[in-house]
DNA sequence: ATGAAAGCGCTAACAT
DNA sequence: ATGTTAGCGCTTTCAT
């Protein structure tokens, strides 16, 4: 046979029609009462074939594309490339697949994304918002397209989400530089209107009111190597250094590594540092850095989960999941307690 | 209207045929001599209605997917992460998607990912190959199914390849490090049978044995963390440690260097590292590590590029391709010239 | 310059 | 316990 076999050729083979094909290929054999003999003799047939279904027939005729779809800001980062590891194994489990797309950080990419992959009927969403936008997500789901947002997320509209609680993750870090005798810190921030980053800010804001420290600095505005970089550079070059600084993320936390090295600080003992983000080249940078580590494999097993709970049980009610952070010390935090 | 819209609606709408309206939203309508009137109602309409049209329908009528596959051993790795961006984004250009699958580098899992993604009518694929297996890919190709190996390789077989030179790459880190004075070295392989690890080797041992140099060693058998940790643990307790050690790859210098860590060993001082593979955060690793850059984004675009030439204009000779890697020395390897 | 109609491979409602 | 048949939405051949 030349062509790619498929069961109309089972069909003729076998004697059957292709309707009993189709019920024992799809193991709805026990189902119809199809007996046995039938049922090998049409599986063997496939076998013999390598019969492999033609998934477009079938999901056009379904409606139905056992796909779903991730939209990351960029692969590049080990932070997003692990959520794309963990969220395609997952899905992997239900039988489905996932087509990953890359927003490279700009809405505009995000729309595109969205509506060239709808295109593919796909049966659910889950993204990582990269703007301020929601408007283009809620009417995805308002078509009838389950979509969990991971990571970033919006409050107060219908799309649920599951992310890490930033307040407490940012709160525990900055309530930690006190602990060890740090008062002059200053927080390289990321994107400043996404959750996040709200949330993130909250919790150091708040972590330093309550312990009386009313000055502090917050600056920076975006997730990237750059930002940190430029930022710290900028800290440097101010009259009175911090002695410690929070960065929002693993990128940020790079960029500050990169400003401190080329301007001899050393870390710890000069400045000290805290990074949002952990993952395991974290653990040969010098020195290893005391982080708050986001919990992004139950994330996304969540979101997986209630992902397919839209899809599978029609529960189509909004969940928001906000999962714990942990701290990690490493090497980057100096006690500063009884230092002057 | 509830349902999404295809081409039947917008037919009615319009009151043009189905017929051309395909045409004119495929952009034939010139090719038809298709009124510019009739055109534009039929792109207005379409536009209100925010028409996509379904892909499975089209790609079930015309056999062509738009879409390729990718399978890397893991995600997780930085150095795979950035194939599939690059892939990812290089296939968006051509209007295709890619699907990704993970094979946790099992051989079976490749096979399995081969099949199941098969079923979605793929118009090619790209593989970076985790076993000494490649029966399965050729069969692949045979069956019609354009495939790229990138990084891991076979000779001897009619599958394409692109990846780096690297036994170029592997001989010139070893002339570096002779150049450097040291004599004594060691390196700690990956997976022995894989052809970027044969070539490193013969690379590497040629490279001595033009220097005169008939003693070194060659050790490991993954390219994975803990090989890099286990090997370098098990050269230090020898008698005579090296003067340097030569990593295969980015996780195992991840590995060298947790083990150099916890025995004390200071990097360059006492042992001189070097390593295959570069990417940002080997930048902020102590010390930066002098190491073999592999050009990925070149590979992956130029595998891009071939694949679709096997896809679009029928060019299916089988084209291998290996890029040089560049030496970028930073600060991991001492020189020793002196020392004695 | 535009249309009618067949058919891609599959599923499921409706037979028998 | 098995078969007939109508479409899913699209492209394309053949007509006009």
């Known amino acids: 046979m030349q062509h790619k076999p498929n069961i109309v050729d089972i069909a003729e083979i076998t004697g059957f029609s292709i309707t009993t094909v189709s019920r024992v290929l799809n193991g709805k054999g026990e189902k ?28 056009l005729r379904i409606g139905k594309s056992k796909t779903i779809a991730l939209i990351v800001p960029s692969l590049k980062n080990p932070f997003f490339a692990e959520i794309a590891s963990v969220v395609n194994n997952e899905v992997r489990k239900y039988g489905y697949i996932t087509l990953i797309g890359d ?10 994304e969205l509506s060239h992959l709808t295109s593919r009927s796909l049966d659910g969403m889950i ?6 936008e929601w408007d283009h997500l809620v009417k995805v789901q308002e078509n009838g397209l ?20 930033n307040y407490d993750g940012a709160y525990s870090a900055t309530k930690y530089l006190i602990e060890q005798g740090h008062t002059d810190i200053a927080c390289i921030q990321g994107v400043r209107y996404s959750m996040p980053n709200i949330q993130r800010v909250k919790g150091f804001a708040d972590a330093m009111k309550n312990a009386g420290i009313d000055a502090y600095t917050v600056t920076g505005d975006a997730f990237t190597e750059q930002n940190g970089y430029l ?3 900028l800290l440097l070059s101010r009259g009175k250094r911090p002695s410690a600084i929070f960065a929002f993320s693993n990128m940020i936390a790079m960029g500050c590594l990169k400003a401190l090295k080329e301007e001899n600080v050393r870390i710890p003992e000069a400045i000290s540092l805290i990074t949002f983000d952990d993952n395991p080249y974290m653990n040969y940078i010098d020195p290893p850095l005391t982080c708050i580590s986001q919990p992004v494999e139950d994330i996304c097993k969540i979101a997986v989960k209630i992902l397919f709970s839209h899809i599978l049980d ?25 230092s002057f």
């Open 103 to 112: 927003s490279d950080d700009q809405v505009e990419n995000e729309k595109n």
């Open 127 to 132: 993204v990582v918002p990269c703007g301020e």
């Open 231 to 233: 930022e710290t550079k």
């Open 32 to 59: 119809y009462r199809i007996s046995k003999a039938t049922r090998e003799k049409i599986k063997s047939v496939a076998d013999e074939l390598k019969y492999v279904p033609n998934e477009f027939a079938r999901n």
């Open 146 to 165: 389950p979509l969990i947002c991971i990571d970033r997320y919006f409050e107060d509209t219908s799309l649920s989400y599951v992310s890490s609680d």
């Open 314 to 338: 029609d529960d189509k009610k909004p969940k928001h999941v906000l999962l714990k952070c942990m701290l990690k010390v490493k090497e980057s935090v100096k006690n500063v307690s009884y």
